[in-house]
Structure formats: C-alpha cells, structure tokens
C-alpha cells in the first residue's frame, strides 16, 4: 500500500473517533489481516478491534488496578496490546 493510500484510509478511520479518546503514552494501534485494527486505549486498560468502518467488533478492558502497596500504580494502565496468529504462537 502506498503512502496516499494508507493516509486515506487512516483519515476515513480516525473520522469516528470522539474528542474523548485519548492516551498520552503507553498506547498502540495494530493494523489486522482482515483490514480491522487492534486499538489499545493505554491509559484507561481498553483494548478492542474496529473494522474499517468504524464497527467495533469486541472489546475489552483490564480489570487489575495495579498493587494495592502504591497509590500511583492502582490504574489500568496497559502498555501494549498485540494480535498474533494461531501459527505465530505454535511455531513461534
């Protein structure tokens, strides 16, 4: 894919995002085989695939809240957020 194509389809994408999603640092975006995208929203512990639409397909937030021993690591926080394929994780 060349690079005006690519920024097309990351404009069309990035059109339904509300003002609201946003994470700082510790987040990541994985763009999928089947043309949907892994979105990990870092701050808030979300992670979930959206489809080149915008539909998003499944979801999921991170229920640990850190060590109880410190105030500051009592978040959601997740760095990273990758999908691999069932040969990745068997074959390695």
Known sequence: MDGVTFARRLNSFLTW???????DRISNAQRLPNGNTLI???????????TPAGEVVWEYVNPYFGPDTV???KQMNVFRVYRYSEDEITNG
């Open 17 to 23: 995002v509300p003002p609201s999603f946003y994470s």
């Open 40 to 50: 990990n929203e870092g701050r808030f512990g979300r992670f979930f695939e959206v």
């Open 71 to 73: 105030a500051a690591a």
